[in-house]
């Protein structure tokens, strides 16, 4: 079973932290990086902007308290990494998760914290003042247009009403060039250091959620 009813994935900051240094100690990861939550339950993860040098980086992984699945929009916006990945890339979650012996759900939040320390370990690399890189500059306007065909595909009541559109927007999301970068680095630390990384995130458990 993917996902458990009423139950969710929590998501501990210190397994964060545990993948990072573990990252750190492989020589990827050259800053501090900090950690925090998101601001309510839901289902973003992110990267934070921080100062280095009087300069702005990205230097915080974002997380949310717990990652569970609805029937709502966000979540599915998540889980389209899936098909996007093996469609761009050939890089088959599901069979890796088999091969793995972890669930989907836990590769999924797996996947997602190593996409975000991608973010910041390129924004340190490719240009310390990354708010002016050109790359950057150019997709937030791009990014905008995506967001908003995403939301005109779904409705008031956060189920998606036009599946095409949705998935051509998630699909054009993870063709976005920072994406495809913090995207590949996540697959290639999946490459490289997947069972370690698997077996930590096999420890994830899963927790009672009480909606209001």
């Not at 139950?7 to 210190?14: C, P, R, S, W, Y």
């Not at 925090?36 to 990267?47: E, L, Q, S, V």
């Not at 966000?74 to 996007?84: A, G, R, Y």
Request: with cysteine; aromatic share 12%.
């Amino acid at each position: 079973m993917l996902f458990k009813e009423n139950k969710g994935l929590k998501i501990e900051k210190e397994f964060v932290k545990n993948i990072i240094d573990f990252l750190t100690d492989k020589g990827w990861v050259k800053e501090n990086l900090r950690i925090k939550y998101g601001d309510d339950i839901g289902y973003n993860f992110a990267t934070g902007w921080g100062k280095l040098d009087g300069l702005d980086v990205l230097d915080t992984v974002i997380i949310p308290k717990y990652f569970y699945l609805d029937k709502y929009s966000d979540n599915e916006n998540i889980m389209s990494l899936v098909p996007s990945l093996k469609e761009l890339y050939k890089f088959d979650l599901v069979k890796i998760a088999e091969v793995n012996n972890i669930s989907l759900d836990r590769l999924i939040v797996l996947f997602c914290i190593l996409h975000e320390i991608g973010h910041n370990i390129n924004s340190h690399k490719q240009v310390r003042a990354f708010k002016e890189n050109k790359t950057f500059l150019k997709e937030l306007d791009l990014r905008g247009e995506i967001r908003r065909s995403m939301w005109l595909s779904v409705g008031y009541s956060g189920n998606i009403t036009d599946r095409e559109a949705f998935d051509k927007a998630s699909l054009d999301y993870r063709k976005m060039t920072l994406e495809r970068i913090a995207d590949r680095y996540a697959m290639k630390f999946m490459k490289l250091y997947g069972k370690e990384l698997c077996a930590m995130a096999n420890k994830i458990e899963y927790e009672v959620i009480a909606f209001v």
